[in-house]
T-cell receptor, first 115, second 115 residues
Framework: AQSVTQLDSHVSVSEGTPVLLRCNYS??????LFWYVQHPNKGLQLLLK??????LVKGINGFEAEFKKSETSFHLTKPSAHMSDAAEYFC?????????????FGKGTRLHILP | NAGVTQTPKFQVLKTGQSMTLQCAQD?????MSWYRQDPGMGLRLIHY???????DQGEVPNGYNVSRSTTEDFPLRLLSAAPSQTSVYFC??????????????FGSGTRLTVV
């Protein structure tokens, strides 16, 4: 069975400093992993995805994530935070063979950017 | 604009009332699903459909009903609203069999309050 754990419910960083949002997953088969972002009162937008190609994945708005199978992790990073990055971020896992297209959401990490 | 359209954006119901949340997509996606989002819980799957005429239950189906008579539409019905159904509801779609590769397209959400 697949599951995903976001290790921090809230993260605060100062503008211009690096961002790290942590995600660990559990999957019986080859997983696909995603990060979605939700700005206040908005829908969810796909940031980036890993689907068994390169382990370092680059997404939109300067975000990237690295798939580490040995650590079962898929942490999201950005070198320099911007005020517009303040949002809630969701790590999502799906098994590659998944017939029903089901995906499992983490509980979310709210990113606060301090001026 | 291609995408997933949800209506209404906001709704207040009295306990015991029924209503239908509408979801439509114009991308010819076979797979559609409904999620509810509650603080600290991430997104939880209510019902999903892998094609017209086919629906199945997700993680939290009680109190909700769905049907899929066309590829485009996937309405969610609340049979007798309860305060526990106060939440933000998201509809999502993906081409069938590819959700694990391409991710989902989400609607902008319906914020429902049951008093």
């Amino acid at each position: 069975a697949q599951s995903v754990t976001q290790l921090d419910s809230h993260v605060s960083v100062s503008e211009g400093t690096p961002v790290l949002l942590r995600c660990n997953y559990s999957s019986s088969y080859s997983p696909s992993l995603f990060w979605y972002v939700q700005h206040p009162n908005k829908g969810l937008q796909l940031l980036l995805k890993y689907t068994s190609a390169a382990t370092l994945v680059k997404g939109i708005n300067g975000f990237e994530a690295e798939f580490k199978k040995s650590e079962t992790s898929f942490h999201l990073t950005k070198p320099s935070a911007h005020m517009s990055d303040a949002a809630e971020y969701f790590c999502v896992v799906s098994e590659e063979w998944n017939r029903d297209d089901k995906i499992i959401f983490g509980k979310g990490t709210r990113l606060h950017i301090l001026p | 604009n291609a995408g997933v359209t949800q209506t209404p954006k906001f709704q207040v119901l009295k306990t015991g009332q029924s209503m239908t949340l509408q979801c439509a997509q114009d991308m010819n996606h076979e797979y559609m699903s409904w999620y509810r989002q509650d603080p600290g819980m991430g997104l939880r799957l209510i019902h999903y459909s892998v094609g017209a005429g086919i629906t199945d239950q997700g993680e939290v189906p009680n109190g909700y009903n769905v049907s899929r008579s066309t590829t485009e539409d996937f309405p969610l019905r609340l049979l007798s609203a309860a305060p526990s159904q106060t939440s933000v509801y998201f509809c999502a779609s993906t081409p069938s069999g590819t959700g694990s590769f391409y991710g989902y397209t989400f609607g902008s959400g319906t914020r429902l309050t049951v008093v």
